[in-house]
């Protein structure tokens, strides 16, 4: 299973920005996936999960500003973004549990899309 995240770049302070992540070699149908960033110096955090059943989660930083959704038919998380702010800038990581032929589920991580917020 690979997961191939894109959609970062330079945005200005206050635009929005889509994230996409899609998965090649598995089904996320039956998944929780997440995204994460990572800041220079700064440990990897939570900016929002979505679980099988689509229950979902917010980071704080996130909550009003970010919206993260699945098309299963397109085996592709995304990673709506708005009102971005110079803090978000970071490295952004999709995260999936996607179960094995034994129905263990293992975690992948993708290679990470930098998403840089001019002020």
């Known amino acids: 299973v690979q997961l191939q995240a894109s959609g970062g770049g330079l945005v200005q302070d206050g635009g929005p920005l889509r994230l996409s992540c899609t998965a090649s070699?598995?089904?996320?149908?039956?998944?929780?996936m997440a995204w994460y960033r990572q800041a220079p110096g700064k440990e990897r955090e939570l900016v929002a999960g979505i679980d099988l059943g689509d229950f979902i989660e917010y980071g704080v930083f996130g909550q009003g500003r970010f919206s993260i959704y699945r098309d299963n038919a397109k085996n592709t998380l995304y990673l709506q973004m708005n009102n971005l702010k110079p803090e978000d800038s970071a490295v952004y990581y999709c995260?999936?549990?996607?179960?094995?032929?034994?129905?263990?589920?293992?975690?992948?991580w993708g290679q990470g899309t930098l998403v840089t917020v001019s002020s």
């Open positions: 070699g598995g089904d996320i149908d039956f998944s929780d």
């Open positions: 995260k999936a549990l996607i179960p094995d032929s034994h129905g263990t589920r293992q975690t992948y």
